[in-house]
């Protein structure tokens, strides 16, 4: 069958933005709906809202063929379209469970709009038992609206959104009825084509899935952080021993890079709805409880690290933060480590200046300094803190950061709190090292410095 769907999607953040441009790729006609009339005015002309590698072209060449349109009207766009896609934010609320309030109210403004037969898809992440809620929802609004619900959670990430979606591990689809299933089936033909595994289960399946996935990968990073912590007491080194333990099969060797903690707008939030839900279920997760409370403890090490690398106190120092970004090549700040980092560093008296080539600004209320650039940036520093993993903070000229670095309080100190560099090298470049999981620092005397540097 030749007839493709038209598919209205709703939210044009994250999820909502590269489902939209992809789908259009794929060939459907999509229209992308937000209520944020900034946003829409800047998609129509073909301006990204956000950093995700490879979106613009894919937004600019599909809005140029005609099968990508954003739009302000929900009203429209659910009206001339057979699926409503729903990719609006699932914050945490203040009792730290999930907020579907953005749902409950896009589900509420589709259901008078239920003229003819429609498949509403849920693509945000929502705790098990939302999609049953939102079916209720718009039944007791609109008795005789003819449609079905589906949960089809996204596991694209941000940084590379769009190689995710369009190249997923999975598809899960939760529905009640097989007639949904083979519907679903047929948006998903081309990535059936290519025998990408659809798993087709239930609604409330399909929900916890990604929470228990999330969770899972924040264990992981979890279990890699305290790994490396021990490792600097016991003078390991967490890469020979992470290497050894992912080379096992079963275990599988993604995630366990040791960093400053988990964030982002996922992996916090989701592993606490999942802890709030499964309590109030009377089925506790007490291991996805402790790795939100281990996460917090080693932002806290995170902290005592820089602290004791500048010689017991960060007073008045200047601090160069390179990375604000949870990760490399996204704009998103939401949870990030480094505005945990900030603040507390600020709070304990540093100076500091921050630099990220994609974050300009925070809504943090700080007193800062901007660098343009590394090397601006890093001008008059005492030390440098490498909070995200960037490709640019992997080719630093280390011959110019000793420079800038010279007439320090403390000894020329850089902070990789991804291990970009090895210790080995930053001795050859006589910079005072620190990173995480290995030999805690390479303590180089500025005299013995001066010597080899003249
Ligand atoms: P986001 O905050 O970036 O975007 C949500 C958008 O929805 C906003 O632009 C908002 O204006 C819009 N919106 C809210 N209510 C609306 C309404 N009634 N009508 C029109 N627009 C409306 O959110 P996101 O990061 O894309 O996340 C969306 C969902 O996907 C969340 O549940 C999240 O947990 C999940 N998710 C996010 C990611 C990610 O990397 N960000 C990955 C997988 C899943």
Redesign the pocket.
Known sequence: MDYKFGIAV???????LVSSACFAELGFNVVC????QK?IKKLQKGDSSIHEPSLTPLIQNNLATGRLKFSES?SEAVLNNDIILI????PITEDKQADIS?IE??AK?IAPLLNSYKIIVV????PAGTCRQLLKTIRNLNYHAHFDIVSN??????GS?VKDFMMPDRIIIGAEKITIHLMMARLYQSFIDREIPIIQTTLESAELTKYAANSFLATKIAFTNEIAHLCEKLNADVHDVLKGVGLDKRIGKDYLQPGPGFGG??LS??ALALTQSARIMDAPVRIIESVLESNKNHKKIIVEKIISACFGSVANKRLAILGIAFKANTD?VRESPALYLISMLQAQGAILNLYDPIVKEISLDLNVYWGHDVYDTLNGTDAIIIMTEWEEFRQLDLKRIRASLRNTIIEPTLIDLRNLYSPQEMIKAGIRYCSIGRKTQNIVYKENLEESYT
């Open positions: 709703i939210g044009a953040g994250y999820v909502g709906v937000d209520k944020d946003k929900l990719a609006v934010g699932t953005e109210n896009a403004e693509k945000s992440t929502v959670p996204e596991f694209l990430r941000a959104g707008s996922c939030k989701d998103d």
